[in-house]
């Protein structure tokens, strides 16, 4: 209930104020065009899944080499020889002898009746040894630091495990004296000749192919001539550790 306006209090009249209109609230900010680029829906690839990773086997050793073998072009230079099985003889008649790969290559030949050898290695190094025990020239040492040729006592021997080091060698026997070859496997050959000069057995390796042969030398009476004879030449070692600095 509102009382009535009274005309006579002027300080009593009430002030009518104006209404109070709402602000408007501003419009709505105009949707931006989209871009042609986002025009069409963006389709998202799937995730690219990683490949599985394949383990690759190291490498594998080589296989190692076969055993060497003469090879065929060898075989058809080598004229037949007889071969070594059990006991043989070399003489003037049948003064060559051939031994196979194997017994070519395993253990240590032996020679008795030899007073002196003297030795040819692949490399050309070359010396002699006497079964007194005098050397000349170089003796031809393998990797098991054993003489590849030389004397154990009163026997020359050859250590067929490196024979393939080994060009030639040649045995010196004495005047109308045999020499008997003995083998790893019991075989025995037996050298002679008939000759006024020493007998001499020459040992030749042919691509890891022994080859022996009997002669009789004809220079007797140095072991120089006997070297030269059969086309062996003995140089002096040459020690560069002896020399006086």
Known sequence: MTSPVRHDLPFLKRRIRPA??????PAPPAARPASPAMSHPVVRSAPSRTAPVTRVAP???PPRPPLRTPSRSTRSRLFPAPAVSGRAELDAE??????????????????????EVVWESTALVSGTAAVSGETTGTVVMT???RPLVGFHGDLAAVTLRHVRELRRALFVGGSGRSMGIRLVDGSVVTA??????PTVVLLLVIDGVIELRVASASRGNSSSAVHAEFGFEVAERFDFLSRDT
């Open 20 to 25: 109070v209109t709402p602000p408007t609230p």
């Open 59 to 61: 490498p594998a050793a």
């Open 94 to 115: 049948s003064p060559v002898a051939r031994l196979d790969l194997l017994r070519s290559s395993i253990g240590t030949l032996l020679v008795e009746g030899a007073t």
């Open 143 to 145: 990797a098991g630091n």
């Open 192 to 197: 002679s000749s008939d000759g006024a000069g």
